[in-house]
């Protein structure tokens, strides 16, 4: 259990910051840098969620029940990355994503894609507010992935395949749920290309 009594310690005040296994690193090391993404991603979706939660819509609803796990997920994905792979004994069990986190993702984007007609063009970014927010969040997660191959190809590293497939994962959940909210596709904003050049 979390128990948060002091929110500044003045122990990063050197530029360090400590890992759930008690290691202390650089705060600009690729783990840190690449859990600290997972949270950016997650701040995003909480701004999704400004226009998906509470709605009466039916289908807004639907994807904001699914934005609500997928933050919970993040936060285990943030403590999985934090807690790296060690020899050393730890005093808990680290909490890992598992393959029924990635499983339960992939059949929500079934869910949903069933509902929407195949593209025939790129999808630019908008059409509504929940959609261009989405888009957001599926662009951050996509940068936290990249972090995250980058950490897992580093020698000395580790990151689990399960996180790794999440990761993957989850910026297709927000593709598709873009769509989604768009009126199943209705409201998407379609690219054509070379539309502006003279």
């Not at 790794?164 to 379609?190: C, T």
Request: proline share 4%; with cysteine; net charge negative.
């Amino acid at each position: 259990m979390v128990k948060l009594t002091k929110i500044y310690t003045r122990t990063g005040d050197d530029g360090t910051t400590g890992l759930g296994s008690g290691a202390r690193v650089k705060k600009f090391d690729r783990r840190v840098e690449a859990y600290g993404t997972v949270d950016e991603t997650n701040a995003a979706v909480g701004l999704v969620r400004l226009s998906t939660q509470g709605s009466d819509i039916a289908d807004l609803a639907l994807v904001d029940e699914m934005l609500a796990r997928v933050q919970n997920d993040l936060f285990d994905l943030g403590a999985d990355l934090c807690t790296p792979v060690t020899t050393e004994p730890l005093r808990y069990e680290p909490l890992r994503v598992v393959a029924d986190q990635v499983l339960r993702l992939e059949a929500e984007i079934d869910q949903l894609n069933v509902y929407l007609s195949p593209l025939r063009s790129f999808v630019l970014p908008g059409g509504s507010a929940a959609a261009a927010q989405l888009h957001l969040a599926r662009t951050i997660s996509r940068r936290a992935e990249r972090i995250m191959v980058e950490l897992a190809l580093t020698p000395g590293e580790h990151v689990g395949s399960e996180a790794l497939k999440y990761i993957n994962r989850l910026s297709d959940f927000l593709f598709v749920a873009s769509r989604f909210v768009n009126g199943r596709g209705a409201g998407d904003v379609l690219w054509v290309p070379g539309l502006t050049r003279p």
